[in-house]
């Protein structure tokens, strides 16, 4: 077989197995939240028609999958998204200007509109019922831009981060630790590079706090062997559920008053005011048009409250909180 | 007296009856609201230290109040907020950079870190508990560049509207009708350009949807004398609670079901869309540092909601509201 077209089938191989560890996590980690909750995931496909997305049966080259739980008995509200999309950007968008990409390499990928690409992933938000039990937000996905079987350049990127509304330091130690273990498995210095990372991402610039007390966090990541990087990325889109579930399982049927549930939903306003603002997946995802607005506002809490002073007193179980978003803590 | 220090004697006469006119506004149109709900507002008051904002007495040349009132008989949720600051643009921040001109004559501002400023008016959002009674917003102010007595530029801005969670056509008819008819005193241009800028600017394009039946808006006016202009807004800040206070007063015992409760947090939630992603004067807010976080999402409404899919049935009145979210329609 000739050295290229071998290149060309290794590369394919590559994409199918990563697109493969994506949707594994989708279907399997939707099945661990049925399980904890009782109730089952509605789902909703995409289409493309004429360049726009409708409601309707996935084609080969576009697999673009919702699933929304609602009202559950653990789970208020979550939103997940599966996709594996071959498109081209459409007329003045361009990655960088989208902001999914901020690397010199993308710069050369400015102003050409058009440019094919290629991109899989999973994303989770999950707003649990009671306020005991924290926020999760976990996203892995590949991208590739430029022709399928010959990129001009590729990445990953993703990572897993926890907001709670009431802060139980062992559950942050458990998040914390679990990611610590599958990136120290791969590669020593990506914890402390990682973590850091999500803390400076995650963070709420015009409130001068964190959204919550972080995990992982990476992106344009290619440092490797694209095989090797999609092993570690695979090790994480499997820490995930070990490392939220648990925390659920053991808060979800944990007493709370209706001033914990208001502040929940004050908590809950800045995760909006993130999204809104400084999300970059979000921005990107509307920009992009790769989905569409009712995709990227899955991750949208079920209700979400704002007051004109929502300091809590000194001394509270909220006010601690507050202390650790202002000033983001090491966890192990 | 000298032509230079009648001129400068004559500014200041104007900046005073300015910022007196939006003071009037502010105690005046909280009074009647006070009225209508039987609450009273409570009232914060901002001091400069440092360069930062405190809560304290105001100074002579800062004056800046919020006011909030919350849980009300009527009212779930406004905020109020007065200023009268002379200060000048924190460094790596220009109006044009702030997003707040657009200008040619802005351009030339640009990188002037430090320009002197001074800035007055008062700005209403008004959720209703009601889901029958439409939210209000309603913003008018003046900013000039430059010295005090010596501005290089200056202009009038602000404007007033309404967003519905039910549609009744003769609430947005006499909304509409008594500002046109505040313009069309002034000059019968202003109306048809401030409603066509004001549906333009509130609308929230990621979603295709205005965020409400509009009203007017304009920003930059400087086309007439500033003493003109003041009469013209002085007129606009007269207009608004004859425009808003009939409708609340009219629909404000109006049955409604919990799905119409529901149905006005989904509705809130495009409206802190619009606030996070696309509202100049919340952008300027937190990027100026004219006034702190807490004073410009005194905006925000009480409690909002997201759902996967909030597309209402067609033929229900939501269905109805919606078309006019994505037409804009003339209404007097």
Redesign the interface.
Known sequence: MPQALEQTQKHETFLKKTEAVFKHMFDHTCGSIEQLDGQLF?E?RWARDNGNWVTGENSSDAIYI?R?L?NGSVFE?I?VNFVAINGELPPGVTFQKAGALTTKEADKEENKAGTPFFATGTSFVIHPYNPMVPIAHCNYRYFQIGKRDQPQYWWFGGGADLTPAYLFEEDAKHFHQTHKQVCDQHDTTYYPRFKQWCDQYFHIS??GESRGVGGIFFDQLNDLSAEELLEFVEACTKAFPQAYLPIVARRKDADFTDTNKQWQ?LVR?RY??FI??SDRGARFG?ASGMVT??S???C??????????DQPASGSAEAALKQVLQQPRAWV
């Open positions: 509605s909703q919702d929304s609602q509200k939103g015009h409130r939903r306003g909006v005011e809104l603002t509307l607005p009712q990227v506002f899955n949208m809490p079920p209700a979400a409250a704002w007051t004109y002073d």
